[in-house]
């Protein structure tokens, strides 16, 4: 009994603040945050959100993000707990959607098996935000029936079944793959998906630094490294990635077109 009523007086929220743009955090989100007396951030979440934040609240930066230096998952769940059970509210701010590549259903397991009750706020995840950005839709009538999103940095050395995911002929939404994305390319290419299809490469969709890459597959590994792109990216490929393809060929053209009259000139 007393448990229950602890967890009734505390309040955990975990929140997705969307893929970088601040203007793509939700109102429900701004709202949880101007409440919570601790805000626990990762390290892929724009610090501009934080103007949300109340005045007093302790933020505590808990990066995570792959290939670089970051706290570990139980020592987050650990702190959330400590501060819980001490009667402070707790927000836990994560890039794109907490459900999503986020381990925001790791987080929601440790804190209902700690009897504590925990509020899920959705944002809006860079696997749809980020071709957006370049305006790739992640569906279209013409190219894709579906979208399937997968990491390309699984635990345990594990690999997505490539072959399979070719076989969806669906749009492949990449989470995660850039150190590997020569070996996912190389994948790719083996389970039998045609070295023309087009592909995207997006870092820090939504933000002011935002660059992409755009190439066929068989080039691909190639132009996103001769870009110099690195991560956080999301990679797309897919038949929908040909409408910001031809969007590029079409601006070269316009480019190297003359200007009006000098042909005759």
Wanted: proline share 4%; with cysteine; net charge neutral.
């Amino acid at each position: 009994m007393a448990r229950a009523m602890h967890a009734a007086m505390t309040r955990a929220w975990l929140i997705g603040a969307g893929p970088g743009d601040v203007e793509l955090m939700t109102l429900k989100a701004t709202r949880a945050l101007a409440q919570a007396d601790v805000v626990l951030v990762d390290d892929l979440v724009n610090p501009d959100v934080l103007q949300f934040a109340r005045a007093d609240a302790l933020i505590v930066h808990v990066g995570k993000r792959g290939g670089h230096p970051s706290t570990p998952q139980a020592g987050i769940v650990a702190q959330m707990l400590a501060h819980l059970r001490a009667g402070r509210s707790v927000a836990r701010l994560k890039g794109g959607d907490p459900f999503v590549f986020g381990r925001g259903g790791e987080e929601q397991q440790a804190l209902h098996a700690a009897g504590l009750a925990v509020d899920i706020i959705n944002g809006v995840t860079a696997g749809i935000a980020a071709p957006a950005a370049i305006g790739i839709p992640v569906t279209h009538r013409d190219h894709a029936q579906g979208v399937v999103f997968v990491t390309g940095h699984c635990a345990g050395g594990a690999e997505p079944d490539w072959a399979a995911l070719v076989a969806t002929r669906m749009t492949l939404v990449i989470y995660m793959g850039m150190r590997r994305l020569s070996e996912i390319v190389g994948a790719l290419l083996a389970a039998g998906m045609s070295d023309t299809t087009p592909c995207a490469a997006i870092e820090s969709a939504t933000r002011a630094e935002q660059r992409h890459a755009l190439a066929r597959l068989g080039e691909f590994a190639e132009a996103v490294s001769r870009a110099g792109l690195g991560s956080p990216a999301i990679v797309v490929v897919g038949g929908v990635a040909s409408l910001a393809l031809a969007r590029a060929a079409a601006a070269a053209d316009n480019a190297s077109a003359p200007a009006n009259g000098a042909a005759a000139r």
